[in-house]
C-alpha cells in the first residue's frame, strides 16, 4: 500500500515535463491523479496510459487555469471521477522570454495569466471545496524568482510572485490544516533528456560537461568564510606572539629584559637572574613592547575586519544558547 492511498490529486500542466513526472510518482504512491492539460492533448493521454500501465489510476482533463470556468470544471471532474481532492500541484505556466526592448503589454498579460493567475485560482478552489482532513497544496516556483538573467525580467517577476501568494497562502489556509509550500526546481532533466542523448550523455549529471563556471569557485569562498565566521573566536591576545612562535626561547628573552629589575631585599643576583628562591617575591619585570610596567604581554591591536568577526560568532552564540534554553 501506498502513503497516499485513496487520496485525490491534481496536477496542472501534467502532460510532458515535471508536471508529468510528479503526476507518475504521486500514482505510484497510491494517488489518485486527475492530468489537466491545457493543448497538449496526446502527451497528456500518454501520461495517463504510463500509469495505468504501472497499476496506477489517472485521467486527462483539458483545462486553461487563468480561465475561472475552466478551473472550475476541472474539480468538479474530479470529483465526478474520484471524489473530493486532497491535493493540487500548480504547475502549469508558460515560460516566455524577451528583452526589455521588446516587452508589451500582452507578453506582460500572457506570463502572468499563466504563472500567476492560474496558481491563486485554482488554490482559491481547492481552498472552496476542501472538506477537512490534510490538504497540501504544492506550487511550482524556479530559482528565477531570486535571480535576474537577461530577457528574464518578467518571468523572473512571475515565479518571485507566485513565492509570494505561496507565503500568504500559507497563512490563510493554515487553520483548516491546509499546507502549501513552493518548489523551485533547478532545471527539467525530464525535457533536457532527448538533447543529452544527442550529444551522447543519457542519464550523465550536466556538471560534468566543461569546467565549472567561475560563479561556482566565488560560491566555494563565500561558504567557508561562513562557516569560519560561526566558529567560536579564539583571542590570541592572551599568548605572547613570541611565546606562541618559540616557547623554549620565552625563558631566556625573559631573562634578558629583567636585567637590572631586582628590588631592594630581594635575594637574587644583583642582575636579576635566577629568580628569588620559593617563599620570597620575585622581580618585577619593566616595561615590555611600550606598555606599562608588569605587562607580561605585548599589547597587540586587533584588526576591524577580526573585531566584526568575533562580535558576529559571539552574537550567534549567544541566539542559540537562547533557544537551547527555550
Same mark, same amino acid.
Not at 500548480?90 to 500572457?110: I, L, Y
Not at 631586582?262 to 628569588?276: F, H, K, L, V, Y
Not at 586587533?302 to 534554553?325: F, N, Y
Given at each position: 500500500?501506498?502513503?497516499?492511498?485513496?487520496?485525490?490529486?491534481? =496536477?496542472?500542466?501534467?502532460?510532458?515535463?515535471?508536471?508529468?513526472? !510528479?503526476?507518475?510518482?504521486?500514482?505510484?504512491?497510491?494517488?489518485?491523479?486527475?492530468?489537466?492539460?491545457?493543448?497538449?492533448?496526446?502527451?497528456? +493521454?500518454?501520461?495517463?496510459? /504510463? !500509469?495505468?500501465?504501472?497499476?496506477?489510476?489517472?485521467?486527462?482533463?483539458?483545462?486553461?487555469?487563468?480561465?475561472?470556468?475552466?478551473?472550475?470544471?476541472?474539480?468538479?471532474?474530479?470529483?465526478?471521477?474520484?471524489?473530493?481532492?486532497?491535493?493540487? =500541484?500548480?504547475?502549469?505556466?508558460?515560460?516566455?522570454?524577451?528583452?526589455?526592448?521588446?516587452?508589451?503589454?500582452?507578453?506582460?498579460?500572457? =506570463?502572468?495569466?499563466?504563472?500567476?493567475?492560474?496558481?491563486?485560482?485554482?488554490?482559491?478552489?481547492? /481552498?472552496?471545496?476542501?472538506?477537512?482532513?490534510?490538504?497540501? =497544496?504544492?506550487?511550482?516556483?524556479?530559482?528565477?524568482?531570486?535571480?535576474?538573467? *537577461?530577457?528574464?525580467?518578467?518571468?523572473?517577476?512571475?515565479?518571485?510572485?507566485?513565492?509570494?501568494?505561496?507565503?500568504?497562502?500559507?497563512v490563510d489556509l493554515g487553520a483548516k490544516g491546509i499546507t502549501v509550500n513552493a518548489v523551485g526546481p533547478r532545471h527539467d532533466r525530464h525535457r533536457d533528456a532527448p538533447r543529452r542523448a544527442a550529444r551522447g550523455a543519457e542519464g550523465a549529471d550536466d556538471?560534468?560537461?566543461?569546467?565549472?563556471?567561475?560563479?561556482?569557485?566565488r560560491g566555494h569562498r563565500r561558504r567557508r568564510r561562513l562557516r569560519l565566521l560561526r566558529r567560536r573566536p579564539v583571542d590570541h591576545r592572551a599568548v605572547p606572539r613570541r611565546q606562541r612562535r618559540a616557547p623554549h626561547l620565552t625563558q631566556r628573552n625573559?631573562?634578558?629584559? %629583567?636585567? +637590572?629589575?631586582?628590588?631592594?631585599?630581594?635575594?637574587?643576583?644583583?642582575?636579576?637572574?635566577?629568580?628569588? *628562591?620559593?617563599?620570597?617575591?620575585? /622581580?618585577?619585570?619593566?616595561?615590555?613592547?611600550?606598555?606599562?610596567?608588569?605587562? %607580561?604581554?605585548?599589547?597587540?591591536?586587533?584588526?576591524?575586519?577580526?573585531?566584526?568577526?568575533? /562580535? %558576529?560568532?559571539?552574537?550567534?552564540?549567544?541566539?542559540?544558547?537562547?533557544?537551547?534554553?527555550?
Open positions: 500500500m501506498g502513503v497516499l492511498d485513496g487520496r485525490v490529486a491534481i =496536477v496542472t500542466g501534467a502532460a510532458r515535463g515535471i508536471g508529468a513526472a !510528479i503526476a507518475k510518482r504521486l500514482a505510484a504512491d497510491g494517488a489518485r491523479v486527475v492530468v489537466n492539460y491545457s493543448t497538449s492533448a496526446k502527451p497528456a +493521454g500518454e501520461t495517463v496510459a /504510463a !500509469i495505468a500501465g504501472a497499476g496506477g489510476q489517472a485521467v486527462a482533463v483539458q483545462g486553461d487555469v487563468s480561465n475561472p470556468a475552466a478551473v472550475t470544471g476541472l474539480f468538479d471532474a474530479a470529483e465526478r471521477r474520484f471524489g473530493p481532492v486532497a491535493i493540487l =500541484v500548480n504547475n502549469a505556466g508558460v515560460h516566455e522570454t524577451r528583452p526589455v526592448e521588446q516587452a508589451d503589454a500582452a507578453h506582460f498579460e500572457k =506570463v502572468f495569466r499563466a504563472n500567476v493567475l492560474g496558481t491563486l485560482l485554482a488554490t482559491a478552489e481547492f /481552498a472552496r471545496r476542501f472538506r477537512g482532513g490534510p490538504g497540501r =497544496v504544492v506550487n511550482i516556483s524556479s530559482r528565477a524568482a531570486r535571480s535576474a538573467l *537577461p530577457g528574464w525580467a518578467v518571468y523572473c517577476a512571475s515565479k518571485a510572485a507566485v513565492e509570494g501568494l505561496t507565503r500568504g497562502h500559507a556538471r560534468q560537461h566543461g569546467p565549472r563556471p567561475a560563479w561556482h569557485a625573559s631573562a634578558q629584559r %629583567h636585567v +637590572g629589575v631586582a628590588r631592594p631585599g630581594d635575594q637574587s643576583t644583583s642582575q636579576g637572574w635566577p629568580p628569588a *628562591p620559593p617563599g620570597r617575591r620575585p /622581580a618585577s619585570p619593566g616595561p615590555v613592547c611600550g606598555g606599562r610596567a608588569g605587562r %607580561h604581554r605585548p599589547r597587540r591591536r586587533v584588526p576591524g575586519l577580526l573585531r566584526q568577526q568575533m /562580535a %558576529h560568532s559571539e552574537a550567534i552564540d549567544a541566539t542559540c544558547s537562547r533557544r537551547l534554553k527555550c
